[in-house]
């Protein structure tokens, strides 16, 4: 069984940066979607980018010109680049790995989870 491990949260003044990281206990060399969640107190999870196993990425309309997701080539971790961060940017993000995409390529219905980390920006 997969498990999922982030790390890289913190927090953070507005404009600032971080990078999120991910490991994967196993490799998920490749999977079919491999990607960034994040949930927001008192808001449903949505999703934030993703990398599919043909290298492909896709961005949420809120951080596309702000975050990069990419991933190491033995497939075992993945990364966020925040940068620009905002105050809206603040909640706990999780990493997932899926066998389906939605319309807009971001992961659907993930069926690995970690366990999440906490990104709080201040204004």
């Known amino acids: 069984q997969v498990r999922l491990m982030e790390s890289g949260g913190g927090s953070v003044q507005a404009g600032g940066s971080l990078k999120l990281s991910c490991a994967a206990s196993q490799d998920v060399y490749r999977p079919v979607c491999f990607g960034w969640f994040r949930q927001a107190p008192g808001k449903e999870r949505e999703g934030v980018a993703s990398i599919l196993g043909s290298g492909s990425t896709y961005y949420s309309l809120s951080v596309k010109t702000r975050f990069t997701i990419s991933r190491d080539s033995a497939g075992k971790f993945l990364y966020l680049q925040m940068n620009s961060l905002e105050p809206e940017d603040s909640g706990i993000y999780y990493c997932?790995?899926?066998?389906?995409?939605?319309?807009?390529?971001?992961?659907?219905?993930?069926?690995?989870w970690g366990q999440g980390t906490q990104v709080t920006v201040s204004s």
């Open positions: 997932a790995v899926a066998n389906t995409i939605d319309r807009s390529g971001l992961c659907l219905d993930p069926h690995y």
